[in-house]
Each structure stands twice: as structure tokens, then as C-alpha cells.
């Protein structure tokens, strides 16, 4: 008993003291404001008297301290606000249970309240936190670019019919009968609703009507659904943005007026072709631009990651400008730029935006829960059972009527149908969020004297999705047996596979003359390739084939996660095996051969784990060093300005491989450890040899291997390697991670001249191909050891977004 | 009848890097659904339509023993395209060939790429289906087992199939009655 008090106390002092400290945050906010009212006008006196002293030499103490708050007023609350936001997320997390039976959304909608209580009784007036400005200019962005830029283009283009039917007819839908029913409803009921005119009433339907995308990923990203729902919800909710804001300005301008004629109505509908097709038009040139930029910052490195946010930011300012769809411009402009830029940068900068759009984008969403709390708190609110209820209930109703009318018509179309359990999700993920609120509150008062009420009612739908729904939408899945998240990553076999089917389909069907959307797709493909990746990606990588850049980030993925375990002494691989190249290559019918492949004697069990041992601490020692950088330059990456010097070493060391190939059978040098399967895998994915050529041969003596005498400078062969080949020179992301501590040892050799490595000049032949190679490895900075950053990262080939 | 020569002249296909793979499972005996291996001179319409009927999408009566069936025979077919010399067995050979081809169509590009992958592809299949192997031992090469298992995840009776939105092709069952 003592014992448990004592871990309860103890899990409970970090969370009391976050508690403190979020009090305290708080207090300083609220309070500091009413001190700053009678600072600044002390500071004002303060400066009058300040002139009139330089006349009267009136002596005063010079102020030692003074406070001056109204100074950096707007960026404190901010700041705190942000703070606040980042602590609360902290918070949740540290209580245990807390988080998995409430979404995150919720709890923060909860805090905002609080928060908004507790500014009003500190203040009587809280400041209008959730401007609509605010929101659409600088809350909003940065989420939707980072679904955008992480969105798994091919579910997306496979489904992007069924998420379009969603998103547009879908809305549209929801819109008018939503809007229908509750101006019939208004006039049934005989209260003053029965003032609201129909014109106002589609207004709302819009407004309310569309899935919020905020929300939806905020929910959809705890329970961790299969795919294909995942993409449907999450598409329409993009999607429908163009469907909403085409709507509310159509209302909102009828509103005025009064009447809408046919010819509004035709209008309408261009206006919606406009705003989308215009919409994904300024995000594409926007994404090219940005594309084209990315070529030639090979020089800048460091402000690389700036270029993807600007340019994506501008696509979706210059959208709003003409009043086109932002958010399409920002999908357009992130999915267009990806896969280019992605070739272009540096290995860091892409960590670096790939981090910063999920923080930015974690901030925002916090904050806007927080906000759509306070703003709850704030509101002048009108509440109408009638009206309030009502539209929570149509809301639910239009939506399931919708998702199973859609669907019923959807899948004579599909091939993989929508079973019931995926429409139930469906509807069920259909959330409203903040924009709804915001779009709510752009309405002007002065046109619309329900306004209040709208506004309540929209708050009440919003709570009534994110609460309702989005608490018992996990139990739910759990319940229906929904299909999860697989969680596996792409193996090689996989990923050959999915091309080999590609050309397949596209082959039969030219081979039946029916161009359907496979040969379509191969046809942008080559087009893509031919002309558009020449243009945009610098030089050199433009010719990588897809299968191979998959390949070498494989390789890299798995070296990283083999230099991070710390030298090989577990497996990379997901299934621990002992089988090695040596099983699978080509019995060679003459059984005498057969000893030829094994000419090289194996180390005992000892030995090898004494290798290891030396090798992983040299390894942790190179790791250590990490060159300090000023902030203008980071380290410095001889490897990625190389390139043309690479291609005439890649072909000499072709020559050399050869040569060694044959020299291998003459050397009697102890092998490390033959049957590890990532060494021999390493031999024989180079074809040479990569064992150990102990000492005495550097020194070119050619007397018998002795295994006691090896040194730590083993000209290749760390036993634990990955190797991966340059296959085409041009490719940056190929490793030569020959060997790790030949490689670290190059490195710290051409920086503090400590450990020697140069092999003495070679008198021998077999030494000096190596020794050529050796000058030549040292040169090549491997792109994972510089960046010790993503250890435990998610492949971004992923379609989820973390 | 169609002949070989008549499918290579068909102009779309020529920028296709598995052409001859694809034109050679159309006269292969063994996607004949029948018991016959080596490959034929000549096809008529009815072995066409065999060949096309592989690539059937499963729809909404289809049951799960009938999406298994279907998941397998699509295998198959791109088994049979992959075994060239229908030992049962893809070597490592064979599976080279087959990364050579997909890769062919890149341009410049050196046989050792092609072959890492291959051969990185290989050690995964056999690590995955037989992993406790001694030095010793030799893996023969992918059985159809092991393909199986190996890209199970793929679905591919979802995923390798011909839409035809005009004609039903559940239709075109060439005299096999099912369903």
C-alpha cells in the first residue's frame, strides 16, 4: 500500500506541477493586461514629465525598473495563447487513460471553455479570439498544406471519383435540405422564426452542411481506420471547400437582394467550375514554380524548406484574392510540388518540412479548438429550441440520407464496393468544425438579424459532431470490426510487384484497344518523365527510376536503422532469419565449384564478437562528433556538390571491382562472420570483396593471415554492413555505406588527423585498388551518418499522416 | 487465329518494357486453365478471352471463397509470366530478368542495379516463407506458395483487373459456369 501511495504521489507531482504552471500562465495573462492599463498611462506622465525635466531639472530618480506592457502587447498574448495551446497538449498526455477514451479535440473545446470563463470573470470581456480573419489567414493554412503535401496521391486519384460525388453532390444536398426542411419548419413553427426567409435559411444549410477538415483529421487520426475510409472522408472534406465557398457567396449576395432567378442559378454552377478548377490552377503554377526553385538551391541549402511554405502560402493567398477555393489551391499547390522537390532537396531539408508542417499544423488545430471554446463563451448566443434542435437533427439525417443515396449509385460504378459498415462510417465521420463558426461569423449583423441564432445553432452542431461523434466513433470501430490501418510497410517484392501490375494493365489494354484509365496514367507518366522532370529536377536525378529511388531509400532506411541499433547486432529486417545470399544463389551444376565460393575460412563465434564489440564503439565515438554550425551554414555535405566527379569515380571503381572480383579467390583472408546474412547479402550485392585485409597486408607483406592480427582500419568489411551500390551515378541517395567505420574513420581523419587511415603507399597490387578505393569512400559523406535527425521516423511513402 | 507477330505490331505496345512477357502469357499453355505447359503458335478467340479472363474483377455477390479462388488464379497468371521455363519454380535467374525488364525501359542503366534488386528481393521471399536456414542449405527458388504468401497484401483480385464500363465482362466466362 505505502508503495502504490508512493508511485501515485509520484506520477501526480509532474502533473501538479503542469497544473501550476498552466494556473500561473493563465493568471499572468489576465492579469498583466489591467496592470498594463495603468502603466501606460504612468509611462505616458512619465514621458510628459520627461520634457518638461529637461526644462525644469525637477530631480528625479532615474527609473531603475520600470514596466511597459502595452509595448509588446499583442505578441505576449499571443505567445501565451500558443503556450497555452502546447502545454495543454502536453497535459493531456500525461494523464494516462484521459486520452484514449476522449479525442483530443474535445478536451481542448473543454479548456477553451474554461479559459474563456476564466478571462471573462477576470475581465468581463474576452477579446474576439476566433477573427474570422485570423482563422482564414493564418489558423487554417498551415493544416490544410500539411494534409496536402502528406496526402497519399494514389488512393486519392484511385478514388477521386467517390470522393468528388461526396464532396459536391454530397454537399449540395446536405445544403438544400437542410436549408429546405428548416425554412419549412420555421414557417410551421409559429414563434418569430417564422421572419427568416428562405434565402437566410439555404444560407445556413451551406454553411453547416460542409465536413470539416480540421476536425476530421483531429478525430480520424486517433482511430487509425483502414485506408480507403480514411481517404473517402478525408478527400471530401478537402474537397467540398469549393462547393462551400461557392454557396455562401451565393446566398450571402441573394440574401440581400432578395430573389434568385435561373439565370443566378446557371451562374452559380460556373461559378463553381471557376472557383474549383481555378482553385487547383493557381495551387498547380504555384507548385511549379516552387519545383523550379528547388532546382537550383543546391548551393542554399539552408533556406530550402522556406521556399515549399512561401510558395504554397502565396498559391493560397492569391486564391483567395479572386475568391477561389484556398484550400484546393493549397492541396494542389503541396501534391504538385512533392514529388520534385522532394528530389531536389537535401535529405535535412525534407526532415525539416516534413517537422515544421506537423508542428505548425498541430499548433493551429490547438489553437483552434481552444479558440472555438472561448469564442463559445463569448458569443452573444439567442438559443431557439426549435431552431437549434432541429438542424443538430437534419444535419444527421441529411447526411446518412445522403452517404447511402450516393453510395447506392456510387457503386454500381466501383469495383471495390462500399459495404454498409464503410457508409456508417462514412456518415458517422461527416464532422463540422471551425470553418462553419468562422463562415458563420463573417456573416454581417446588419443583413441578418438571426444571426445570433445561427451562430448558436452552428456551435451547437459542432459540439454535438465533436463530442458525440468523435467520442464514439473509436468504441464504434471497435464494435463494427472496421477494417484497420495496416500498419506493414512496402516490402521490395511488393513494390516490384505494383509496377510489373501497372505496365501489365496497361499492356492489355492496348492490346484490346480500350483506353481506359491505366493507359492514361502511363501516358502522364511518360510525359512526366520525358519532358517535366527534365525541367524540373536538377539534372542528374531526373533519370532514377521509380523502383530504383525506392530501392536506395529502402537501403538507407534499413543502414540508418542498423547504425542507430548500434552495429548489427540485431537484424534490420522484420523477420529475424539466418538466410543469407549464400542460400539463394545459383547451385552451380559441377559440385566442385562448389568449394570455390567458399574459399574464405570463417571467424569463430568469439572472434566475430569482439570484431563487433570494437566496431560499435567506434562507431558510437564518430557519432559524438557532430560538428557545431552557425546558423548560416549547416554541416557542410561534400557528397551532394560532387556530382559530376561521381560519375567518373563510379566508373573507375567499376574497373577496379572487376579486378578484384578475381583476386578474390587468391586471398586467404579471414572471413567476418559468412554467414551473417546482411554481410554476405553486402558481399555479394557488390560482387567484390569486402572482408577484412588484416594488417600485415597493408603493410604489404604478404605473409600468411594471421586472424589474431588485424588492426582497427580494416580497409572495408566492417562485419555488420549495408552496402548499397550507386546504381545509376547520378543518384544522390544511394549510400556507399561501405563500411561505416571506414567511412567515420575517413571523416574524423580529414578533421582532427586522430586515428591514422591511409594505407602506406602501395607496394602491393591487391592493396592499392583498395587503397584508390579508400581515398575515394572517404570522400563520400553518407547522407545518414551527417543526420543523426530521424531515428524513429515514419516512411513518408506511408499514406497515413502521422 | 492470332499469331505472336500480330500482337508485336501493335503500336502502344512498343513502349511497354514487359511487351514480351505480356505477349507470351497470351500464348502460354498454362493460362488455359487446363493441364498443358509449353506455349502455343497460334490462338484462336477462345483462348484469347481465356487469357482476358484472368484479369475479372470480383463484384458485389462475389463470396470471400470466391475472392480466395480469384486472388489465386490472378497469382498464377503472373506466376506463369514470371516462370519462364515452367519448372514451378521462379529462380533467381528468372527473377533477374524479370527486374531487368521492368527497368529496361529507363534508359542507360547497369545490370547491377538490377540485380541487387533482384537478388534483395529474393533474400526477402526466403527470409519471409524459410527463415531458419543453415549456410548449407540452398533455396531453390519462389514457389507459387511462397509467391502467394509473399504478396498477399497486395489484393490483387481488387487490384489486377480491366474495366470495361460497356461490356459486363462477368459475362465473358468462356464456358466455365460459375456463379
Redesign the interface.
Known amino acids: 500500500m505505502p508503495s502504490r501511495t508512493g508511485a501515485g504521489s509520484g506520477r501526480s507531482l509532474p502533473e501538479f506541477g503542469l497544473l501550476l504552471l498552466v494556473i500561473f500562465v493563465l493568471l499572468e495573462g489576465s492579469l498583466l493586461p489591467l496592470g498594463a492599463a495603468s502603466s501606460t498611462s504612468k509611462s505616458c506622465e512619465e514621458a510628459k514629465q520627461g520634457h518638461t525635466e529637461v526644462h525644469n531639472f525637477t530631480k528625479k530618480a532615474f527609473p531603475v525598473l520600470g514596466v511597459d506592457y502595452g509595448h509588446i502587447k499583442n505578441p505576449f498574448e499571443i505567445s501565451l495563447w500558443v503556450l497555452l495551446a502546447c502545454l495543454m497538449k502536453l497535459g493531456f498526455h500525461l494523464i494516462p487513460r484521459l486520452s484514449s477514451i476522449v479525442p483530443e479535440s474535445c478536451l481542448l473545446i473543454v479548456v477553451g471553455l474554461l479559459v474563456g470563463g476564466l478571462i471573462k470573470l477576470a475581465r468581463e470581456e474576452v477579446p474576439p479570439v476566433l477573427d474570422s480573419k485570423f482563422f482564414f489567414l493564418y489558423l487554417l493554412p498551415p493544416i490544410i498544406l500539411d494534409a496536402g503535401y502528406f496526402l497519399p496521391i494514389r488512393p486519392f486519384m484511385e478514388n477521386l471519383g467517390t470522393i468528388l460525388m461526396f464532396a459536391v453532390i454530397g454537399t449540395l444536398w446536405n445544403a438544400f435540405f437542410i436549408g429546405g426542411l428548416l425554412y419549412g419548419i420555421c414557417q410551421i413553427s409559429n414563434s418569430d422564426l417564422t421572419a427568416i426567409g428562405i434565402l437566410p435559411c439555404l444560407l445556413f444549410g451551406s454553411i453547416i452542411s460542409a465536413v470539416d477538415p480540421v476536425a476530421v483529421l483531429a478525430v480520424f487520426e486517433e482511430i487509425h481506420i483502414n485506408e480507403l475510409l480514411h481517404i473517402l472522408v478525408f478527400g471530401e472534406s478537402l474537397l467540398n471547400d469549393a462547393v462551400t465557398v461557392v454557396l455562401y457567396h451565393l446566398f450571402e449576395e441573394f440574401s440581400v437582394d432578395g430573389s434568385v432567378t435561373v439565370l443566378d442559378g446557371i451562374l452559380g454552377v460556373i461559378s463553381f467550375l471557376v472557383v474549383a478548377l481555378g482553385g487547383v490552377l493557381f495551387g498547380a503554377m504555384y507548385g511549379f514554380l516552387a519545383a523550379l526553385t528547388s532546382r537550383f538551391t543546391s548551393h542554399t541549402r539552408v533556406i530550402e524548406p522556406l521556399f515549399a511554405f512561401l510558395y504554397s502560402y502565396m498559391a493560397y493567398l492569391s486564391a483567395e484574392v479572386f475568391h477561389l477555393s484556398g484550400i484546393m489551391a493549397l492541396i494542389a499547390c503541396g501534391a504538385v510540388m512533392r514529388p520534385y522537390i522532394e528530389a531536389n532537396i537535401s535529405h535535412k531539408s525534407h526532415t525539416t518540412i516534413k517537422y515544421f508542417l506537423k508542428m505548425l499544423s498541430s499548433v493551429s488545430e490547438t489553437l483552434i479548438f481552444i479558440f472555438l471554446g472561448v469564442a463559445t463563451v463569448d458569443g452573444r448566443h439567442s438559443w431557439n429550441w426549435i431552431f437549434v434542435t432541429m438542424s443538430v437533427v437534419l444535419c444527421l439525417v441529411a447526411r446518412v440520407i445522403g452517404v447511402v443515396g450516393l453510395t447506392f449509385i456510387i457503386n454500381k460504378f466501383r469495383i471495390v464496393k462500399l459495404t454498409t459498415k464503410d457508409q456508417f462510417i462514412i456518415a458517422y465521420g461527416g464532422l463540422r468544425g471551425a470553418i462553419a463558426f468562422s463562415l458563420g461569423f463573417l456573416l454581417k449583423e446588419d443583413h441578418f438579424h438571426m444571426r445570433d441564432m445561427f451562430l448558436t445553432a452552428i456551435i451547437t452542431v459542432i459540439f454535438f459532431t465533436v463530442f458525440v461523434q468523435g467520442m464514439t466513433i473509436k468504441p464504434l470501430v471497435e464494435l463494427l470490426a472496421v477494417k484497420k490501418k495496416q500498419e506493414a510497410k512496402r516490402s521490395i517484392n511488393e513494390e516490384i510487384h505494383t509496377q510489373f501490375l501497372d505496365h501489365l494493365l496497361t499492356g492489355i489494354e492496348d492490346i484490346c484497344g480500350h483506353y481506359g484509365h491505366h493507359h492514361w496514367k502511363d501516358k502522364l507518366n511518360r510525359f512526366n518523365k520525358k519532358y517535366v522532370k527534365k525541367f524540373l529536377i536538377v539534372s542528374e536525378r531526373s533519370k532514377e527510376p521509380q523502383l530504383i529511388a525506392f530501392y536506395h531509400k529502402m537501403e538507407m532506411k534499413q543502414a540508418i536503422q542498423l547504425v542507430e541499433s548500434g552495429g548489427g547486432s540485431k537484424l534490420p529486417s522484420a523477420v529475424p532469419s539466418t538466410v543469407s545470399m549464400q542460400n539463394i544463389q545459383p547451385k552451380n551444376p559441377p559440385a566442385t565449384t562448389k568449394p570455390a565460393e567458399r574459399v574464405l575460412p570463417q571467424l569463430s563465434k568469439g572472434r566475430e564478437e569482439e570484431i563487433r564489440k570494437i566496431l560499435r564503439s567506434n562507431l558510437q565515438r564518430t557519432r559524438q562528433r557532430l560538428h557545431s554550425y552557425n546558423r548560416h551554414t549547416l554541416v557542410a555535405d561534400p557528397y551532394e556538390d560532387g556530382f559530376s566527379d561521381l560519375i567518373l569515380k563510379k566508373q573507375r571503381m567499376m574497373a577496379i571491382d572487376k579486378k578484384i572480383k578475381e583476386m578474390t579467390n587468391y586471398l586467404t583472408v579471414p572471413a567476418a562472420a559468412p554467414d551473417s546474412p546482411t554481410m554476405v547479402r553486402a558481399r555479394l550485392a557488390s560482387g567484390r570483396n569486402t572482408d577484412f585485409i588484416p594488417a600485415q597486408q597493408q603493410k604489404g607483406n604478404k605473409k600468411p593471415s594471421d586472424p589474431q592480427s588485424y588492426n582497427m582500419k580494416p580497409v572495408s568489411g566492417g562485419v555488420p554492413t549495408i552496402q548499397v551500390d550507386l546504381a545509376s551515378p547520378q543518384s544522390p541517395d544511394s549510400v556507399r555505406l561501405l563500411d561505416e567505420l571506414g567511412e567515420a574513420d575517413g571523416k574524423e581523419q580529414e578533421k582532427d588527423q586522430g586515428l591514422t587511415m591511409k594505407l602506406p603507399g602501395g607496394s602491393s597490387r591487391p592493396n592499392k585498388p583498395g587503397e584508390t578505393e579508400n581515398t575515394r569512400e572517404q570522400q563520400k559523406l553518407t547522407r545518414c551518418l551527417s543526420d543523426p535527425g530521424p531515428s524513429a521516423d515514419e516512411d513518408e511513402d506511408e499514406p497515413f499522416l502521422p | 487465329m492470332i499469331r505472336k507477330e500480330n500482337?508485336e505490331n501493335?503500336p502502344?505496345?512498343a513502349?511497354?518494357?514487359?511487351?514480351n512477357?505480356?505477349i507470351e502469357a497470351?500464348f502460354d499453355k498454362r493460362n488455359q486453365h487446363g493441364n498443358e505447359v509449353g506455349s502455343f503458335q497460334e490462338i484462336g478467340f477462345e483462348q484469347f478471352v481465356m487469357v482476358?479472363s484472368h484479369?475479372r474483377?470480383?463484384?458485389?455477390k462475389t463470396t470471400k471463397e470466391e475472392k480466395q479462388e480469384m486472388r489465386k488464379e490472378k497469382l498464377r497468371f503472373?506466376f506463369n509470366?514470371h516462370d519462364t521455363d515452367g519448372d514451378g519454380i521462379i529462380?533467381?535467374?528468372e527473377y533477374r530478368k524479370?527486374?531487368e525488364e521492368?527497368?529496361s525501359?529507363?534508359?542507360?542503366?547497369?545490370q547491377?542495379?538490377a540485380h541487387?534488386?533482384a537478388?534483395?528481393?529474393?533474400?526477402?521471399?526466403?527470409?519471409?516463407n524459410?527463415?531458419?536456414?543453415?549456410?548449407e542449405?540452398?533455396?531453390?527458388g519462389i514457389t507459387f506458395q511462397h509467391f502467394e504468401q509473399?504478396?498477399k497484401?497486395?489484393e490483387m483480385e481488387?487490384?489486377?483487373?480491366?474495366?470495361?464500363?460497356d461490356v459486363d465482362t462477368t459475362t465473358m466466362h468462356c464456358g466455365k459456369a460459375t456463379s
Open positions: 500482337l501493335i502502344a505496345l513502349e511497354n518494357p514487359i511487351k512477357q505480356i497470351f482476358m484479369f474483377p470480383p463484384n458485389l503472373l509470366m529462380t533467381l535467374q524479370v527486374v521492368l527497368l525501359n529507363s534508359g542507360a542503366m547497369d547491377d542495379a541487387e534488386i537478388d534483395a528481393a529474393m533474400l526477402e521471399v526466403a527470409s519471409t524459410v527463415p531458419q536456414m543453415s549456410p542449405d540452398h533455396y531453390e509473399i504478396l497484401d497486395l481488387t487490384r489486377m483487373f480491366i474495366r470495361f464500363l
